[in-house]
């Protein structure tokens, strides 16, 4: 390279974990990209995608009700076209079936809009986003009203999901913020079982006991906020100014977001984690490299624990969840 060269981007090879032998043994980036913003502006996404793509992201994560598909699935597009993948192959593309879709009948049209939003013929991985069901709405809300909440027909939309994958709709399917009593619900009848359980995870809510089903299930974990979800409207700075963490990242020479993400993959878990800054993009992968030692396991597992996300506003006297324990089983 000429002295006079701009440095080139160097892409880094993020490890993968096998999903279960229900979705044929397809294989899921470690670090996903996050999608779940508040305030969506489509451009800053897909410059943040193509460039995340050069860095060597594999996995995208979205869902129908951030309103982020038609960004990524442009930024994919785009980024087949300028050749950074050679194949949609390459990539690892998750989705989410939101609560008013969340019907036996729905769930196949639902997904089939996600694939025309997105551009693309398949998904990898389609999750079922609550573990709970709204009436039916052609406007997709995170808040929903209390009088459309309804309990979620598990037999009937799980076998809706199962539909998508023998019908090629997806690879695999999954669930999303279901606790191990939900999960058991659904192996208890269904033919393909879920491979993944998207739930809050980070050192301040480190959900041990959730983990350690999955595992024991063959169910890989993704953690969503996995920093605590700074900035929005649902997050907290307990994660990035918890003091332990600090002196972990500096004893290793890194940032406290490299040691949340890499207590995460040691964990046996995935993350999908949200970033537009093409600094931070990179230093979200560069944790392949060293380690945490025991001794900072040992002052993880001592911080304070705190679900950030309750959804209170899920908890009604008429709904489907009466108290925080019928939704969290805890």
């Keep these: 390279m000429a002295a006079n060269s701009e440095p080139m981007n160097v892409s880094i090879n993020v490890p993968e974990v096998k999903l279960s032998s229900a979705s044929g043994h397809r294989k899921m980036p470690v670090i996903g990209l996050g999608s779940a913003v ?8 897909k410059s943040a995608v193509l460039e995340s793509i050069k860095l060597g992201y594999r996995h995208f ?43 036996r009948d729905l769930v196949v049209p639902a997904l089939k809009k996600s694939l ?7 998904v990898d991985l389609y999750l079922i986003h609550w573990p709970m069901s709204a009436k039916p709405s052609e406007k997709l809300r995170n808040d929903i009203p209390e009088e ?14 199962e539909e998508c994958q023998r ?30 359980n998207q739930v809050e995870m980070n050192p301040a809510w480190q959900q041990r006991k959730l983990v350690e089903f999955c595992k024991s299930k063959s169910i890989i974990v993704t953690a969503f906020s996995p920093l605590g979800a700074v900035g929005s ?10 003091e332990a963490l600090k002196q972990i990242a500096a004893v290793h020479g890194k940032t406290v977001a490299q040691v ?41 597992r001592q911080i304070p624990q705190r679900r950030m996300m309750p959804r209170d506003d899920f908890i009604i006297p008429n709904g489907p ?10």
């Excluded at 192959?89 to 998750?94: C, G, N, Q, S």
């Excluded at 025309?116 to 398949?122: A, D, G, N, P, S």
């Excluded at 459309?148 to 999901?161: F, H, I, P, Q, R």
């Excluded at 969840?321 to 805890?330: G, M």
């Design 167 to 196: 019908h090629g709709l997806t690879k695999s399917i999954g669930v999303s913020n279901f606790s191990p009593k939900k999960i058991e619900t659904i192996l208890a009848f269904a033919t393909i079982p879920p491979t993944v």
């Design 148 to 161: 459309d909440l309804v309990s979620l027909d598990y037999n009937g939309v799980w076998e809706a999901m």
């Design 61 to 103: 994560d979205t869902a129908s009700l951030y309103g982020t598909e038609r960004a990524l699935g442009e930024a994919i597009a785009e980024a087949l076209k300028l050749g950074l993948v050679a194949s949609r192959e390459e990539l690892f593309i998750t989705t989410k079936l939101w609560c008013s879709d969340a019907h």
């Design 260 to 300: 949340c993400l890499r207590w995460i993959i040691e964990q046996g878990a995935t993350a999908a984690v949200k970033s537009f800054n093409k600094e931070r993009l990179k230093e979200n992968l560069e944790i392949f490299d060293w380690a945490l030692t025991d001794d900072d396991h040992d002052k993880i």
């Design 321 to 330: 969840f009466k108290t925080p324990e019928d939704l969290w089983d805890e």
């Design 38 to 45: 508040d305030n969506i502006d489509e451009s800053a996404m």
């Design 116 to 122: 025309k939003t997105l551009q693309i013929e398949y």
């Design 233 to 242: 409207s649902w997050g907290t700075n307990q994660v990035m100014n918890n």
